[in-house]
C-alpha cells in the first residue's frame, strides 16, 4: 500500500497531511404547497413589463412582478417565468392572492397593525431574523458561492513543512522563506520535500498531497492553490493553524474538472474460512477463486445477460438488489454526493476517473481488499454539489472565524476603542478571586468609574455600569472568570451584540429583500389574529347543524359486524378439552360456561367477567376471527389451541350484524370533513362582504394576452 493510501484512506496515525485532509471532515459529522395545475415552461417565454397591472383590490393594485414574485415563493423556485405557466394555474393562484390582499385590507382598516401586543410581535421576530439573515448576506453566501465554483474542480498541491519549534516562529518563517528563494533560483521542489520537510509523510512522497476538491485542505492552502497556474509556487509561507505549528511552502501541481460519476457494480468476496473461531485472512486460492467467479459473470454479461440483473443475482453487496446502481453521483475526492459515507477501494476510483475514461466502460476484474470488483460507468458530470449542504459545513466549520473577521473590519470603520485604562481599574475594584461576576461585585464600583465609558464605536458608548448590568443580566456572560482575558471576551460580546443591532437597524434600506420578508411576516400576523377573530373563534361544534349535516351523509358510516363470545383460557390443553366436553354435555348452557369461567380461566382480569369480551370485529388471528371462519353460530363452542400461549375454550354468545351509526358514534368519522364545511362556510362570507367593501377586478384582456 502506498504512503498515499495510507494517509488518505486508512486510519493510521494522525500525521501532518491526515490532519490536513480530515480538518473539516471531522467536523461534517460534527414555504405553502404549490397550487394544483400544470407549471410547465413553455419552448420560449414572452417577456413582460413586471409594472402590468393584472388586478386591483380597493385601491391596491397586483402587478405581474407582485404575482410572479409570490407565485415562485409558492413553488419554491426562484427563477421560474409566470407567463410560462398555465392560465388555469395562474387564474387560481390570483384568486387566492386577491383573498389574501382583501384580508390584510380589512386587518389593517380594523386597526390591528396598531395593536400593542401585535407590534411588539412584530419587534421580537424582527430582532430574531435580523441578524441571521445579516450574517447570511454579509458572509456565508458569498464564501458558499466560492466553494461551490470550486467544487467544479479537483486539484493537487506539493507542500515543504517547517514544524515551529521552541515557539521561535522567526527562525521557522526564515527558513521557510530561504527554501522559497532556492527554489525560486531553480531548486527541485520534490528534492527539496524529501531532504527538508519536517513531516514524515512529505520526506516520502516528496511533499506531493492526494487529489482534493474546496473545504477539504486547509483554507489558506485552498486559496493559495485557486491563485496560482499550475507549476506556479505560492510567493511565500503560510503558516498552519493545526495542531502542529509551523509554515507550508505550496506548489500546485495540477488542477482539472472534478468528475462525478454514477454506475452500477458487482463485488466478490474471497470465501471466509475461520480457525478455532477466529477470522482468517483470504489466502491466493481464495482470491484466485473469486476472481474466476467474477471472470464468468463477465463472460455471462458479454453474452447478452443484463449488467442489473447479474448484480442482483451474484452480488455481495447491500446495493445487489438495486442492481448495483450507485446510491447517487460518487466523486474521487468527496465520495458521494448526497453525503453517503460508503467510499470504493483505491483501485475502484482510479478505475472510474482514469484520464482516458468514458460514459458507457466496463472494467474488467478490479482487484482490491475488500474484493473482486467489476464496475461500469454510466454518465458523469462535472461538479454536483448540493449548495444548502455546503452551506451546512461552512456554518459548522468556517463561520465563526469568519463573523470575527467581518465583526474587526467593522469595528474598524465604526472607529471602535476600548478604554484600557479604565478595563484595568474595573479589574482592580473587584475581587478577581470570585469565580464571575454578581451584585455583591457591582456594590463595589465607585459612583465615577461606573460611569467611565468602557468601550466606544461611533454612535454608541458602553460605559462601566452598563458593563455590569450586562455581565449580572445576560446569562451568555456569567462563565467568563474575572481576569483580564475573561472581561476583553466578554467585551466583544457585549460590542458584537451592539454592532449587530446598528447593522440590522436599517436592514429594510439596505437590503429591499429583508423589508420584503418583514412585510410578508407582518402581514402573515394580521392574517392570523383576524381568522382568529372571524373564523376560528366562531367554529364551535354545532350540533344540530351537525345532525343535519350527517342526516344527508349517514349511510356512510356504519358499525361493523360484531362478534360476542365468552373465553374459557387455561395452560392444560387436556384441561381444556374436559371443558369443552362437559358444556357440550350440557347443551353449551350460558350459566355453566360463565361457572366455568369463573372457576377455570386463566387469563388475567377476565374471572370476574365470567370470561366474557367485549364485542369485536373479525379479524386474522382472532378469536373473533375463527369464529367467522368456522361459521359459528350463538351457543357453538370450540376448542382454539395455541392462542396466545395457551388454549381457549369458546363460546359464540351472539351476532351483532352490522347497522348504521348514530350521530353520536359518527362524529368522530365525519367531525373533521364538518368543521372544514363550516370554516369554508364562513371565510366565503366573509371574503364575500369583503369584496363589496374593496371592489375586486382583473384585467381580463391583459390576461388573456398574457396567458393565451
Avoid at 196 to 213: H, Q, W
Wanted: hydrophobic share 40%; charged share 30%.
Amino acid at each position: 500500500m502506498s504512503a498515499t493510501t495510507m494517509i488518505y484512506r486508512s486510519n493510521y496515525r494522525l500525521s501532518l497531511p491526515f490532519l490536513l485532509l480530515i480538518l473539516v471532515l471531522t467536523c461534517a459529522v460534527c414555504n405553502a404547497q404549490p397550487v394544483a395545475g400544470k407549471t410547465d415552461t413553455k419552448p420560449s417565454a414572452k417577456q413582460i413589463d413586471g409594472k402590468t397591472v393584472l388586478a386591483t383590490v380597493g385601491t391596491e393594485t397586483i402587478t405581474y412582478k407582485t404575482l410572479e414574485d409570490a407565485y415562485r415563493k409558492n413553488v419554491n423556485n426562484k427563477t421560474l417565468l409566470l407567463s410560462n405557466v398555465s392560465a388555469d394555474s395562474v387564474r387560481d393562484f390570483l384568486n387566492l392572492y386577491i383573498n389574501y390582499r382583501l384580508k390584510v385590507l380589512d386587518a389593517k382598516a380594523r386597526g390591528f397593525d396598531q395593536k400593542p401586543e401585535i407590534i411588539q410581535d412584530i419587534r421580537q421576530n424582527r430582532a430574531s431574523l435580523a441578524a441571521p439573515y445579516l450574517f447570511e448576506r454579509a458572509i456565508v453566501n458569498a464564501r458558499v458561492d466560492t466553494s461551490l465554483a470550486r467544487r467544479r474542480s479537483q486539484f493537487r498541491v506539493g507542500l515543504i513543512f517547517t514544524k515551529i519549534l521552541n515557539n521561535d516562529t522567526a527562525k521557522s518563517y526564515k527558513r521557510s522563506v530561504s527554501m522559497l528563494e532556492a527554489l525560486k533560483k531553480g531548486a527541485d521542489f520534490r528534492k527539496m520535500a524529501k531532504d527538508s520537510s519536517d513531516d514524515e509523510y512529505f520526506r516520502a512522497s516528496g511533499g506531493e498531497m492526494p487529489v482534493v476538491t474546496s473545504d477539504r485542505v486547509l483554507r489558506e492552502i485552498e486559496n493559495a492553490a485557486f491563485s496560482l497556474n499550475v507549476g506556479d509556487i505560492y510567493p511565500k509561507p503560510i503558516r498552519s493553524t493545526l495542531a502542529v505549528p509551523g509554515y507550508y511552502i505550496v506548489k500546485l501541481l495540477e488542477i482539472e474538472p472534478r468528475v462525478a460519476a454514477r454506475g452500477r457494480y458487482i463485488l466478490i468476496k474471497p470465501a471466509s474460512r475461520t480457525f478455532q473461531g477466529s477470522p482468517l485472512p483470504p489466502g491466493p486460492e481464495d482470491s484466485l477463486a473469486a476472481v474466476k467467479r467474477l471472470d464468468s459473470i463477465l463472460g455471462l454479461i458479454k453474452g447478452g445477460l443484463d449488467f442489473a440483473e447479474a448484480a442482483k443475482k451474484f452480488s455481495e453487496d447491500g446495493y445487489a438488489q438495486y442492481g448495483g446502481i450507485f446510491p447517487g453521483y460518487y466523486t474521487e475526492t468527496t465520495g458521494y454526493l448526497n453525503g453517503l459515507r460508503y467510499r470504493f477501494p483505491e483501485e475502484v476510483d482510479r478505475w472510474l476517473f482514469a484520464k482516458s475514461r468514458k460514459d458507457g466502460d466496463r472494467s474488467g476484474v478490479i482487484s482490491t481488499a475488500n474484493g473482486m470488483y467489476l464496475v461500469q460507468r454510466d454518465s458523469s458530470k462535472i461538479g454536483g454539489d448540493e449548495r444548502e449542504e455546503i452551506k451546512r459545513f461552512y456554518k459548522r466549520v468556517h463561520f465563526e472565524a469568519d463573523k470575527k473577521v467581518f465583526f474587526d473590519s467593522v469595528k474598524k470603520a465604526r472607529k471602535f476603542t476600548i478604554a484600557t485604562k479604565t478595563l484595568t481599574a474595573f479589574l482592580r475594584a473587584v475581587d478577581t478571586t470570585r469565580p464571575a461576576f454578581d451584585s455583591a461585585q457591582k456594590a463595589k464600583l465607585n459612583a465615577k468609574l461606573v460611569k467611565e465609558p468602557l468601550a466606544k464605536f461611533t454612535g454608541y458608548t458602553l460605559t462601566v455600569g452598563g458593563f455590569a448590568d450586562s455581565l449580572l443580566q445576560r446569562s451568555d456572560l456569567r462563565g467568563f472568570s474575572l481576569t483580564q482575558q475573561g472581561m476583553e471576551q466578554a467585551l466583544d460580546k457585549i460590542t458584537e451584540s451592539a454592532l449587530t443591532e446598528a447593522l440590522t437597524r436599517t436592514m429594510e434600506t439596505d437590503y429591499p429583500e429583508f423589508a420584503s420578508l418583514m412585510k410578508e411576516f407582518q402581514e402573515g400576523i394580521l392574517i392570523f389574529r383576524i381568522e382568529e377573530q372571524e373564523i376560528w373563534s366562531k367554529m364551535r361544534f354545532d350540533t344540530a347543524r351537525a345532525r343535519v349535516y350527517h342526516e344527508a351523509i349517514k349511510e356512510k358510516f356504519k358499525m361493523q359486524e360484531m362478534y360476542d363470545f365468552s373465553e374459557i383460557w387455561v395452560a392444560s390443553d387436556s384441561l381444556a378439552q374436559v371443558l369443552a366436553k362437559r358444556l357440550q354435555t350440557n347443551n353449551n348452557r350460558a350459566s355453566l360456561f360463565d361457572s366455568l369461567a369463573t372457576q377455570y380461566t386463566e387469563r388475567a382480569g377476565y374471572k370476574e367477567r365470567k370470561g366474557k369480551w367485549d364485542a369485536l370485529p373479525a379479524a386474522d388471528f382472532t378469536i373473533a376471527g375463527e369464529l367467522k371462519k368456522r361459521g359459528l353460530k350463538a351457543g357453538d363452542v370450540f376448542v382454539y389451541p395455541k392462542f396466545q400461549g395457551a388454549t381457549s375454550v369458546v363460546r359464540m354468545n351472539a351476532l351483532v350484524p352490522s347497522r348504521t351509526k348514530t350521530l353520536e358514534e359518527a362524529i368522530p368519522d365525519f367531525a373533521a370533513q364538518f368543521q372544514d364545511s363550516v370554516q369554508k362556510e364562513l371565510t366565503q362570507k366573509w371574503l364575500e362582504g369583503l369584496r363589496s367593501r374593496y371592489p375586486v377586478a382583473v384585467e381580463q384582456n391583459t390576461f388573456k394576452s398574457i396567458w393565451k
